[in-house]
């Protein structure tokens, strides 16, 4: 019996030995591991060749979070409270308020005007004078336009004839039987193109002093007839205003509604009575300076004209120096910065 079981010992360490050998061969090798299946993650796929993953292969240790107690973003000074923030606010909508206002009150007051449901301020001589710079605005703005034409027509006059002399002078070198009459020609040309020039040089002068006049020293006025006109229907709007609050039975509100409509009345007064000053001095000084404006311009286009036409080149040049213009011939090179 005591043999049985010394044989049988062997017999059992030979076949757990043998199962660990079977064990260990069915255990795959360290290439095979990787292509095992872990519990719990993804199986890596191989990388291809040239091909960089954009992530990382493994997880990061530290928190990708902020942490609860770092501080918050500092506050912008309007969430802070600050005064002058607040204050640069509130004065921007009330200019807003008061622009919408005005608007509102000048657009009705206008409606009431041309359906003739309300009255409006009337200064009868100066708004004739006003519609009479107005009329002369336009007058002078057609002198303008034409005289810029015939600036430019003449222009390509004198350009034609200065070629044209050109061209007869090269004819006169190569045709000897008839280099007299060509060389006669073409000096008549280039004394034509030397006094065309001068003339131009005085029509380009009167268009220059013209359009200042019209463009800019009528245009200053009329822009302050302008802001005149928009003040005068803002008085009017308030005044307006005015009369309907002093009709109102006489209550704690209307009370003070009337008030603040006394305030704003006497202010659009005082600034329509002022822009009224402004206009009727504006208005004197300009149609002092247009007479003398005009008086030298008028003067320099008659003598420079009659001059030219009369083939009168002494007085021609004479009325140029007269007026200090300086004559530029435009078939002359222009010169560099450098001798400037």
Same mark, same amino acid.
């Given at each position: 019996?005591?043999?049985?079981?010394?044989?049988?010992?062997?017999?059992?360490?030979?076949?757990?030995?043998?199962? &660990?050998?079977?064990?260990?061969?069915?255990?795959?090798? %360290?290439?095979?591991? =990787?292509?095992?299946?872990?519990?719990?993650?993804?199986?890596?796929?191989?990388?291809?060749?040239?091909?960089?993953?954009?992530?990382?292969?493994?997880?990061?240790?530290?928190?990708?979070?902020?942490?609860?107690?770092?501080?918050?973003?500092? %506050?912008?000074?309007?969430?802070?409270?600050?005064?002058? &923030?607040? @204050?640069?606010?509130?004065? /921007?909508?009330?200019?807003? /308020?008061?622009?919408?206002?005005?608007?509102?009150?000048?657009?009705?007051?206008?409606?009431?005007?041309?359906?003739? @449901?309300?009255?409006?301020?009337?200064?009868?001589?100066?708004?004739?004078?006003?519609?009479?710079?107005?009329?002369?605005?336009?007058?002078?703005?057609?002198? !303008?336009?034409?005289?810029?034409?015939?600036?430019?027509?003449?222009?390509?006059?004198?350009?034609?004839?200065?070629?044209?002399?050109?061209?007869?002078?090269?004819?006169?070198?190569?045709?000897?039987?008839?280099?007299?009459?060509?060389?006669? =020609?073409?000096?008549?040309?280039?004394?034509?193109? /030397?006094?065309?020039?001068?003339?131009?040089?005085?029509?380009?002068?009167?268009?220059?002093?013209?359009?200042?006049?019209?463009?800019?020293?009528?245009?200053?006025?009329?822009?302050?007839?302008?802001?005149?006109?928009?003040?005068?229907?803002?008085?009017?709007?308030?005044?307006?205003?005015?009369?309907?609050?002093?009709?109102?039975?006489?209550?704690?509100?209307?009370?003070?509604?009337?008030?603040?409509?006394?305030?704003?009345?006497?202010?659009?007064?005082?600034?329509?009575?002022?822009?009224?000053?402004?206009?009727?001095?504006?208005?004197?000084?300009?149609?002092?300076?247009? &007479?003398?404006?005009?008086?030298?311009? !008028?003067?320099?286009?008659? =003598?420079?004209?009659?001059?030219?036409?009369?083939?009168?080149?002494?007085?021609?040049?004479?009325?140029?120096?007269?007026? =200090?213009?300086?004559?530029?011939?435009?078939?002359?090179?222009?010169?560099?910065?450098?001798?400037?």
């Amino acid at each position: 019996m005591s043999q049985a079981v010394l044989t049988n010992k062997p017999l059992e360490n030979t076949s757990v030995e043998r199962n &660990i050998h079977e064990m260990l061969k069915d255990t795959p090798t %360290m290439n095979e591991s =990787n292509n095992a299946v872990h519990s719990g993650t993804a199986p890596p796929t191989p990388p291809r060749m040239g091909y960089i993953p954009s992530h990382p292969t493994s997880l990061p240790l530290t928190s990708t979070t902020a942490p609860s107690s770092m501080p918050g973003t500092p %506050m912008s000074p309007t969430q802070n409270g600050d005064p002058q &923030i607040l @204050k640069s606010q509130q004065s /921007k909508i009330e200019t807003i /308020k008061n622009w919408s206002i005005s608007t509102y009150k000048c657009t009705k007051q206008l409606m009431f005007e041309k359906l003739g @449901k309300t009255s409006r301020t009337v200064d009868s001589e100066l708004e004739s004078q006003i519609e009479q710079l107005r009329d002369t605005q336009r007058k002078y703005s057609n002198v !303008l336009r034409l005289s810029r034409a015939l600036a430019s027509h003449f222009y390509h006059v004198v350009q034609t004839q200065h070629a044209l002399g050109e061209a007869f002078s090269d004819l006169a070198q190569k045709s000897p039987e008839l280099q007299e009459e060509f060389l006669y =020609n073409a000096e008549t040309q280039r004394n034509l193109t /030397k006094n065309g020039e001068t003339l131009l040089g005085a029509l380009n002068f009167f268009v220059s002093s013209v359009n200042t006049l019209c463009n800019k020293t009528i245009e200053d006025t009329l822009l302050t007839i302008r802001q005149y006109e928009t003040a005068r229907i803002e008085y009017d709007a308030y005044r307006t205003d005015l009369e309907l609050l002093a009709q109102a039975p006489r209550t704690d509100v209307n009370t003070a509604r009337l008030e603040e409509a006394q305030q704003n009345y006497d202010h659009h007064r005082t600034h329509f009575e002022k822009l009224r000053s402004d206009v009727s001095i504006k208005l004197k000084f300009l149609d002092e300076n247009r &007479i003398k404006v005009m008086h030298k311009q !008028l003067l320099l286009f008659h =003598n420079a004209v009659s001059a030219y036409f009369s083939g009168n080149q002494s007085a021609l040049e004479a009325t140029l120096k007269q007026f =200090n213009i300086k004559v530029k011939s435009p078939n002359s090179a222009v010169t560099s910065w450098l001798e400037q």
